[in-house]
Every structure is written in C-alpha cells, then in structure tokens.
C-alpha cells in the first residue's frame, strides 16, 4: 500500500481517490501530447473546478446524472495505458508490448499520468468510457484495488504495523456518501487509529504503508506492494 502506480501495474485493477479528479484525452484529436498534458494540468492546478466542468460539459450533463450508475461497492478501474515523459517526449503507451519495451529499454521513462477503463461491476463496461475517450489520473492519484481490500479488512482492535511505528485501530465507520464521485472514490469506510509513539488519533490513508495485525486470530495480512512501498 502506498507505492506509486508504475509500467509494471498495466492491466491491474485500481479506484481513483477522486473520480472527478480526471482528465481526458481524444488521442485522434490531439496532435502535441506535451502541450495538451501541460495546458490542462496548468488549468487544474488554476481552477478547483476545471476537472468538474471538462466532464459536465464534455457529456452534457451534470455530475449527478454522468454517475448516477455507478456504486462505490462494486466500480472499479482497469489500468490500460500510460502518459509517459522520456527524452524530452510525451508519448501514450496503450500495448503491452509497448509498456514492456519502455520497461526494458527506456527505463527512465516518467509516468505522468495512468489511463483507465471504468467497470460498473466484474463484467459491465461503465457507458461513457465508450467515447473514445482516454480517462487520464495522475499516478497518486490511484489506488490498486489490492490494497482498497486491505484497507476494508480493517477492523476495530486490529493493529496496523507501519515502517516504524505501530497503530491500534480505534473505529471503524462505513461513510454513505451519495456523491462520492466528488470526494473519497475509493472506498466507504472510515479508520482512525491511535498511534503508539505521540498517542494521537489519525485517520489511516492509503498512502502510508502498513501491515495488517488482527489479533483476535493471530493472522496479519500483508499487500503484495508493501514490501518495497515508500509514501507518495
């Protein structure tokens, strides 16, 4: 949990932290990838709205309806292509092929962003990824489904084992959001630990690393990504 998606993560599954928080790219119409990747990321960065208004207006329709079909309990992402920055170049990676041969022979080639197909459930494509359109996240801004899973079998009195500290979990709620497109994306739970070194209560996030503890049956449950996890 916690480490940064990467070429090796083509074809796994994943959630964005923030639905919303997305940009979108016409590959046929779009002839400079690094002007068009610098302008709207400028323009994200200029406006807490931007991302929003893109997708109204691109679907003609407002938020709530543009999502109205999809549930935080079983969406979830396909990760089928990157944005990545090597020599000085933008290019978008959508083959297998390709991403093994970045991986190979231009290994410090930057992921810049991390494009996806959005599931309703194990089997139904989601309706507006049919457009042709790429639906772009920067890399943080994703986590792989592997550790949502973890993250939701956290359970109060567990302890959560961090690189050098430890966590007792606290309170576990489970958070009805209606418009959860617009806030956490990721997951309907809520976890606050108290921490073993300050005695403080903070809520657990999925950047930070950890190793799961349940003490009731004396079972830890460990992300295949953890072992070599670093905070983003």
């Not at 932290?17 to 940009?23: A, C, G, N, Q, R």
């Not at 549930?71 to 092929?97: A, G, P, R």
């Not at 806030?183 to 606050?192: A, D, G, M, P, V």
């Amino acid at each position: 949990m916690g480490e940064r998606i990467g070429l090796g993560d083509f074809g796994k599954l994943a959630r964005p932290k923030t639905l919303t928080d997305v940009f979108l790219l016409n590959p046929s119409a779009t002839p400079d990838l690094e002007d068009w990747w610098i302008e709207n990321r400028k323009l994200s960065y200029s406006s807490t709205t931007f991302n929003k208004d893109m997708l109204a207006g691109t679907y003609g329709m407002n938020l709530d309806v543009l999502f109205s079909d999809l549930s935080i309990d079983s969406y979830h992402c396909q990760i089928t292509s990157f944005l990545v920055l090597v020599s000085s170049e933008y290019k978008l990676l959508t083959t297998l092929e390709q991403i093994e041969f970045y991986k190979t022979r231009k290994p410090k080639a930057k992921v810049k962003a991390v494009g996806v197909t959005i599931f309703k459930n194990s089997q139904e494509v989601w309706n507006p990824n049919d457009s042709g359109l790429v639906w772009l996240f920067r890399p943080r801004c994703l986590v792989r489904l592997e550790d949502v899973k973890l993250f939701e079998e956290v359970e109060t009195g567990d302890v959560l084992q961090f690189q050098k500290t430890n966590g007792m979990v606290m309170r576990v709620l489970k958070v009805r959001r209606k418009r959860f497109y617009l806030s956490t994306s990721w997951t309907n739970r809520s976890i606050t630990y108290l921490t073993g070194t300050t005695g403080k209560l903070l809520q657990l996030n999925p950047d930070r690393p950890f190793k799961l503890i349940k003490l009731s049956s004396s079972q830890s449950s460990t992300p295949p990504s953890s072992s070599s996890s670093s905070s983003t």
